[in-house]
């Protein structure tokens, strides 16, 4: 497992069977020395916040590339397998998008080892940052809505990634996929709210925010961070993800190659989140 350091960083748990190695994917010797020796390679280091194109290409183009040469060398790597993003479906909408398309052209292009490359929708569970604090406002009963009302997306609980990932570890094959929970016509606002509303008892309102206010919030979130030196979540890119309309995916193609299928649909996976905390 390579690991970065910082005082910041959660202390892992101790395991005899986790190496841990320190560095980062501009480090090459790290690299080296985190592939040699493995059979089957989990690529999921990823920068997800940026004030710049760089930001990104730096960490997802550059960092995936130098991890791809490291396994070029080692002749113990017969399989990849790479955690994308559904963004990279539409490259065109921003930095991060484009970062991981761009990443997911030079996986593909690599000679010898097999490579897998997953796509998954959004992500939650415990732990998670991202897709928890909407779902705790919901279970309060309210959030406010920065997407469209007909935006349709797909959800994936991270046990079911898990589960998903080790599939692909263990029968090596090459080619793009995709996975989402198994939710029949996926998401949008209606059905979010209405299966939080059964779960908390509440009922749940969803407060839209107009799409030329969430861009020039995201504009002016860009700005300062520069000013300070800091890297945003929120940008005018990231404004334009929130914004797209059909963030659905399938599992057809990974079903067929793995056998794989998921367990946790939203009414069971909110059961597993401390909303109420």
Not at 21 to 31: E, I, K, P, S, T
Not at 176 to 183: A, I, W
Request: hydrophobic fraction near 40%.
């Amino acid at each position: 497992m390579l690991i970065r350091g910082g005082k910041q960083r959660t202390p892992l748990p101790v395991d005899e069977r986790v190496s841990v190695v320190g560095g980062a994917l501009r480090d090459q010797a790290a690299l080296q020395q985190l592939v040699n020796d493995c059979d089957v390679i989990v690529h999921c280091a990823a920068s997800v916040r940026g004030a710049c194109w760089q930001d990104f290409y730096q960490a997802n183009v550059i960092g995936t590339r130098n991890l791809l040469s490291a396994i070029n060398t080692s002749s113990s790597a017969r399989h990849l397998v790479v955690i994308s993003s559904l963004a990279a479906r539409e490259p065109q909408l921003s930095w991060y998008a484009e970062s991981k398309f761009l990443a997911e052209q030079s996986c593909r292009a690599l000679s010898g080892p097999s490579c897998a490359i997953l796509r998954p929708p959004a992500v939650y569970g415990p732990g998670d940052k991202e897709m928890l604090p909407l779902l705790r406002m919901l279970y309060r009963g309210y959030a406010v809505r920065v997407t469209p009302a007909e935006q349709r997306l797909s959800l994936i609980h991270v046990d079911d990634l898990i589960t998903a990932l080790v599939a692909l570890s263990e029968q090596p094959t090459t080619g793009l996929y995709s996975l989402n929970d198994g939710e029949p016509n996926h998401y949008d606002w209606d059905k979010l709210c209405h299966i939080i509303s059964e779960y908390s008892g509440n009922k749940v309102r969803a407060l839209p925010l107009p799409p030329m206010l969430l861009k020039t919030i995201a504009q002016v979130n860009l700005r300062l961070a520069r000013i300070r030196g800091e890297k945003p979540i929120l940008s005018p890119g990231k404004a334009q993800e929130l914004l797209w309309r059909d963030w659905t995916s399938d599992n057809q193609v990974l079903r067929e190659a793995t056998g794989w299928a998921p367990a946790v649909r939203l009414a069971e996976g909110l059961r597993g989140l401390k909303l109420g905390g």
